[in-house]
């Protein structure tokens, strides 16, 4: 399986900060067919389902707002959340679409300092 | 609007078994899979299986194969899960997901959560 960790596991900012969570696979997740990285990124709220932030690494989803940032590339990517504002409080998780068993890093809870 | 409905908080006893729903809305239901994820206090989120309603066939994480069976009724739109002997470990809140064209899962039902108590 492929192993997904992330860091780090809680993160206390202010408003306005921006904040970068990583995430770092066992095994590339860069797919050769669509030269494409098989990598999601996932917001959850208290109380919420998961929402799905960004996909193939760095393509944000319909509704997002553009301060949320997906990059990187092979083993190694990075959520950065720009002026990070209240309502972006909550756990945030990767999770590679590359091989099954799909499988989710252990979350990153970003809190209020 | 695309939603999924899931079916009601569950109280089991240990050993039982439990059956849960995923009722789909708001597209065709045929043109997408349906994933079922698990989350514990404990192991974060899991992946459990894979069902694709149009052809009815399913994958499964190894962990629950035994433990979960998919399945898919194509005439109300709805997806259910199944976990059968069920222990403590498996008390947790369970999720549906439509698969997003192969890439993520784009839309999360609201959950069910199993507490597997005596």
């Known amino acids: 399986d492929i192993v997904m960790t992330q860091s780090p596991s809680s993160l206390a900012v202010s408003a306005g900060e921006t904040v970068t969570i990583n995430c770092k696979s066992s095994?590339?997740?860069?797919?050769?067919?669509?030269?494409?990285?098989?990598l999601a990124w996932y917001q959850q709220k208290p109380g919420q389902s998961p929402k799905l932030l960004i996909y193939?690494?760095?393509t944000r989803e319909s509704g997002v707002p553009d301060r949320f940032i997906g990059s990187g590339s092979g083993t190694d990517f990075t959520l950065t959340i720009s002026s990070v504002q209240a309502e972006d409080l909550a756990n945030y998780y990767c999770q590679q679409y590359y091989d099954t068993p799909w499988t989710f890093g252990g979350g990153t809870k970003l809190e209020l300092k | 609007e695309v939603k999924l409905q899931q079916s009601g908080d569950e109280l089991v006893r240990p050993g039982a078994s439990v059956k849960m729903s995923c009722k789909a809305s708001?597209?065709?239901?045929?043109?997408?899979?349906m994933h079922w994820v698990k989350q514990s206090p404990g192991q974060g989120l899991e992946w459990i299986g894979t069902i694709i309603p149009l052809i009815d066939t399913t994958s499964y994480n190894q962990k629950f194969k035994g433990k979960a069976t998919l399945t898919a009724d194509k005439s109300s739109n709805t997806a259910y899960m199944e976990l059968s002997r069920l222990t403590s470990e498996d008390s947790a809140v369970y999720y549906c997901a439509r698969d997003h064209r192969g890439l993520a899962f784009d839309y999360w039902g609201q959950g069910v959560m199993v507490t597997v108590s005596s």
């Open positions: 708001g597209y065709t239901f045929t043109d997408y899979a």
């Open positions: 193939l690494a760095s």
């Open positions: 095994q590339s997740l860069f797919g050769s067919v669509r030269q494409k990285n098989y």
